[in-house]
């Protein structure tokens, strides 16, 4: 029987998937209820953990719900711990908050920041051969670099809100550098400073 610490990193990305449905299917006060927006985020706080469940139309609900499989996915292969998962629960309201640092973002929904900060969590653990699995640095780095280069390439910095004709929506590229820069940082901290317990010798 897997222990709970081992499948909380799959329960959690159940949570955000079967959450971002409902919240779909829901009357439109919920989803403006759950709404994060810069100008009253700090008289709705619980918004910092919602507005990952919100979506803005099918397209952007059904790319993020089979994204989020595959972070899942990539929970079933590596398995992290609890402290994972913890690090990544920190990342959740932290990517949101950090996009104050740009007046131009109004209000962001959808899991995008929330799952750059999962890859990047996971990459780290595998980079840092805190993961056992072959060949872990060689594919840890390689998964760093990979995400690091779009998020780079997207340049959210300084173009923290685009145009995705395709979708028909706005992407807040902005999300990808706070959930990108959450998701090293906590990665490298947070399973380091809870050093998993010793077992005592026989």
């Known amino acids: 029987m897997t222990p709970p610490w081992r ?20 009357p439109s006060v919920v989803a403006e209820a759950f709404t994060w ?3 009253d985020g700090w008289v709705r706080p619980w918004t910092l953990w919602t507005s990952a469940w919100v979506h803005l139309n099918l397209a952007h609900l059904v790319g993020n719900v089979l994204a989020m499989g595959g972070v899942a996915a990539a929970g079933w292969v590596l398995k992290p711990d609890g402290r994972c998962t913890l690090a990544w629960l920190m990342a959740w309201p932290l990517t949101q908050v950090s996009l104050l640092w740009w007046p131009q973002v109004g209000y962001a929904v ?4 929330l799952m750059h900060a999962g890859v990047l969590l996971l990459a780290v653990q595998v980079a840092l051969v805190r993961l056992p699995i072959r060949g872990a640095r060689f594919w840890g780095w390689l998964l760093v670099a990979v995400v690091m280069s779009k998020v780079i390439l997207e340049r959210g910095w300084s173009q923290p809100i685009v145009w995705n004709a395709e979708g ?3 992407v807040v590229q902005a999300a990808h550098v706070t959930g990108a820069f959450w998701g090293v940082l906590l990665g490298l901290v947070v399973p380091l400073v809870l050093k998993r317990p010793q077992k005592s010798p026989p």
């Open 37 to 39: 927006r810069a100008h």
């Open 7 to 26: 499948s909380s990193w799959w329960w959690l990305c159940g949570l955000h998937a079967a959450l971002s449905l409902l919240v779909w299917w829901a």
């Open 168 to 170: 028909n929506l706005p």
């Open 110 to 113: 959808g899991l995008s920041g």
